[in-house]
């Protein structure tokens, strides 16, 4: 292969590798930000369901205290129906004890309500702490790897970088204009495979003739569409000097 050719293809490589690379690393911060967000959100349910447990207990409370100021008025009536001297007072004072006793029964129903309602609450609250349990593990699991990541990449764009420079020097003057004046146009993309005689950048056919020229490999050939430089790769198992007609 020509060694330009050859060179413009390692050059392909090492730059969608590193944009790909500079790319996922400016990444990171937002998806660390993310994991923050979904701890946070979790340490938030905790705290909401243990709000909740605390909100019955006091409502419990309150209706237990309700429930004693009646019970002692009923009490109180009982012991006064003993010293009524009329029929009258004594309705009356048994009136007083009829909605004393319902007002009991209906605080009772209601305490037992918010017995019932704190097994479910206290269960919330467990369920979770054991979801922010989780998510503390596999949390810090993700942010262990973006880290990890962030130093491999960084030291991979260190290395690539290196290399790069050292191969652009072995290319000549003309082609890396063309390859650098067709990675701005092009969206970073300037050298691209011819596969089934099709440029697989823009997909319109290659001429039969420039496409066996192509897969010699012995002169840079661009799409006639697209412009992109263009370069077969040989399958396996195929004769190298293979070529169409």
């Known amino acids: 292969m020509l060694p330009d050719l050859e ?9 969608s590798f590193l944009e790909s690379a500079r790319r996922r690393i400016a990444d990171h911060p937002a998806l660390v930000a993310s994991l923050d967000s979904k701890l946070a959100a979790a340490n938030e349910a905790v705290a909401a369901a243990k709000q909740r447990v605390a909100g019955n207990r006091a409502a419990r409370a309150s209706v237990e205290k309700d429930l004693a100021m009646v019970q002692g008025r009923l009490s109180k009536f009982r012991g006064q129906l003993m010293e009524v001297k009329t029929n009258k007072e004594y309705q009356a004072m048994q009136k007083e004890i009829e909605v004393a006793q319902h007002d009991v029964r209906r605080l009772e129903d209601k305490i037992l ?7 479910d609450l206290v269960a919330a609250v ?10 503390q593990g596999k949390l810090a699991q993700e942010r262990r790897g973006l880290e990890e990541e962030t130093a491999r990449l960084t030291g ?3 290395e690539m970088t ?3 420079m050292e191969l652009a020097a072995q290319v000549s ?3 890396m204009s063309t390859y650098d004046t067709l990675m701005k146009g092009r969206k970073g993309l300037a050298v691209v495979e011819t596969r089934d005689q099709l440029c697989t950048a823009c997909h319109v056919r290659v001429r039969p ?8 490999g012995n002169t840079i050939h661009q799409c006639s569409s ?6 077969y790769v040989q399958p396996a198992g195929q004769p190298a000097d293979g070529t169409e007609n």
């Open 7 to 15: 060179h413009l293809i390692r050059l392909q490589q090492i730059d």
């Open 173 to 175: 003057p003309g082609a």
């Open 156 to 158: 991979q764009l260190d």
């Open 209 to 216: 003739q420039v496409y066996n020229e192509i897969r010699r």
């Open 162 to 164: 290196r290399e790069r």
């Open 126 to 135: 467990k369920q979770a702490e054991a979801a922010l349990a989780g998510d």
């Open 226 to 231: 697209c412009n992109r430089i263009l370069y």
């Open 113 to 119: 309500e918010h017995m019932v309602e704190a097994d």
